[in-house]
């Protein structure tokens, strides 16, 4: 009898511990907007060693162990949203012309990589030669729900319903409701009418605020409380930070997601400011300078 009392004590016990462990893993993930984890956010991909917003440029990131790969959206002629910095595909495509009077065919023809082997001789790569402009339905379809999206609306005056279209894309991709993780996707733009717009749209979606290098040298803190009322926090020109700034920031509980820092010295001082994460075109770097820390 007392034996069997032990064995069931023994396999309660187990049970307990087994139930307290999965949590503690799924909670890793849920902490994606903790102001205590550092993120790292691959800008345009791995866009130092890649053609950005391609492919290539997204698969190295993961490879690199971004926290986020960063997507930023321009709508074709013909109403799809695709990834792209610009608004005209001059500068990282063989063809001119402005996005929204090209139509999605006329994109998938340009060669989106070429340009990057001749801008860098020394990270050239036959592999990028031909790399195709993507679409956000493209991106979210190849990586999924493994991957975590920092999505920015690109000059949404241009785009009439860009953010309904974004919106239905994360459906589409189970990547926005009350069961997705929280802080998978953010979306960012420096446009405070299309996060307002989103914030009556979806609530639980966290954005953030952009803010070029003179907005944020002169924020006060009632533009920060009003910017708590739709938004997790700001990213800011990184050239703008200091100390002091950095924490009137964080002391209104905003995440800071300063933009965009490539050399180990800044991000080493962005860190000791106090900065919650950055983007970078070397996500390996930034992973490493963390690590050193």
């Not at 990057?116 to 195709?132: L, T």
């Not at 009418?193 to 290098?213: E, G, N």
Request: proline content about 4%; charged content about 25%; aromatic content about 8%.
């Amino acid at each position: 009898m007392k034996k069997s009392r032990l064995l069931a004590f023994v396999l309660l016990s187990f049970a307990l511990l087994s139930f307290a462990w999965v949590p503690a893993t799924v909670s890793a993930h849920e902490h994606l907007l903790s102001p205590d984890r550092i993120l790292t956010v691959a800008h345009r991909g791995a866009s130092g060693y890649a053609p950005e917003h391609t492919l290539a440029s997204y698969k190295l990131a993961k490879k690199m162990n971004a926290d986020y790969l960063e997507l930023d959206l321009q709508m074709t002629k013909d109403g799809h949203l695709i990834v792209m910095h610009d608004e005209t595909v001059d500068r990282t495509t063989n063809g001119t012309g402005w996005v929204k009077d090209l139509t999605l065919a006329e994109i998938k023809q340009l060669d989106a990589g070429t340009w990057f082997n001749e801008a860098n001789p020394d990270r050239q790569n036959a592999h990028y030669i031909g790399q195709r402009v993507l679409t956000l339905d493209e991106v979210l379809r190849y990586f999924g729900k493994r991957e975590n999206y920092y999505i920015e609306t690109k000059k949404p005056d241009l785009y009439p319903q860009m953010e309904e279209k974004l919106l239905a894309a994360l459906k589409k991709h189970h990547l926005l409701g009350k069961h997705t993780r929280k802080g998978q996707v953010i979306i960012q733009s420096f446009s405070e009418d299309s996060l307002l717009k989103l914030q009556k749209l979806a609530p639980r979606l966290p954005k953030v605020q952009l803010l070029d290098r003179n907005q944020m040298t002169s924020i006060t803190d009632d533009q920060l409380d009003f910017i708590k009322t739709y938004a997790v926090g700001v990213g800011p020109n990184f050239r703008a930070l200091t100390p002091e700034n950095v924490q009137q920031v964080r002391s209104h509980g905003l995440l800071l997601h300063p933009y965009t820092v490539n050399s180990e010295a800044d991000m080493t001082r962005l860190l000791q400011y106090g900065v919650t994460g950055l983007f970078t075109n070397f996500p390996d770097v930034f992973n490493r300078v963390k690590a050193s820390l």
